[in-house]
């Protein structure tokens, strides 16, 4: 059997230094979010979310991204859900994305809102159909007596909505508002590069201004 103190692995594909790193972070996002997509890395979109629950036990779970722009980062999920509960207690939550074939790591932090009614009507209608009756099906976190409950409820809804199932109230998106990015490039010898992105206090004429910083390994 292979020592876990044995495993271990040089980090040399790529560097991230100040120069060659956008200002911005969602561009930095952006570009490494598309690096991931055609270096055909698996799931690039999928990203760990944590939550913290009213009595500060914190949770992780993997979401999809299913968009960002300067507004924050958007996922889809079961309102009702554990991570759904534990965001309306307590809005504030971490993203992180590994690209492991890459050796780059995002962590984005922030404040969490619910997207707009009509965000999730769209996205919602975009599904495959069989996505859209799981998302009635499965009660997200509830504990069920076995499988034939999840089959049953898919039957029962397939039934009843046909073609044209409307979203569920309790399904919906979620978008995160980052106010702190970290970028983690891999290197030799464990000098990784790992450059932080934190929001400065707001300028008199109201805009905001991201500052960058280098953190040690
Ligand atoms: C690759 C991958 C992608 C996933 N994407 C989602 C997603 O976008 N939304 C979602 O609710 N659950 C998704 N899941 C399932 C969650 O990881 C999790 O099991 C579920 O949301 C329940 O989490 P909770 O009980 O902490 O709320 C995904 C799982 C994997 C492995």
Known sequence: MTTLADLRKSYERAELNEDASH???????????????????????????????????????????????????VWYTNYDSRKGQELAGNPYAALQFHWVELERV???????????????????????????????ASPQSQVISGRGVLVANAARYG??????????????????KPER??????????LHDRLR????????????????ERLAP
């Open 159 to 176: 039934a009843q909505f046909l073609l044209q199932p409307p979203r569920p109230p309790h399904w919906g998106g979620y978008r995160l």
């Open 23 to 73: 200002a911005d972070p969602l561009k930095q996002f952006e570009q490494w979010l598309q690096e991931a997509i055609h270096a055909e890395v698996p799931e690039p979109n999928a990203m760990t979310l944590a939550t913290v629950s009213s009595d500060l036990r914190p949770s992780t779970r993997v979401v999809l991204i299913k968009g960002y722009d300067e507004r924050g980062i």
């Open 197 to 212: 992105y934190g929001l400065q206090p707001l300028s008199e004429k109201g805009s905001q201004l991201w500052i960058r």
């Open 106 to 136: 995002v962590r984005i932090e922030g404040i969490v809102e619910k997207v707009s009614e009509t965000e999730s009507d769209t996205y919602f209608n975009s599904r495959p159909l069989d996505s859209r009756i799981g998302a009635w």
């Open 181 to 190: 990015w970290e970028f983690w490039q891999g290197r030799k010898s464990r």
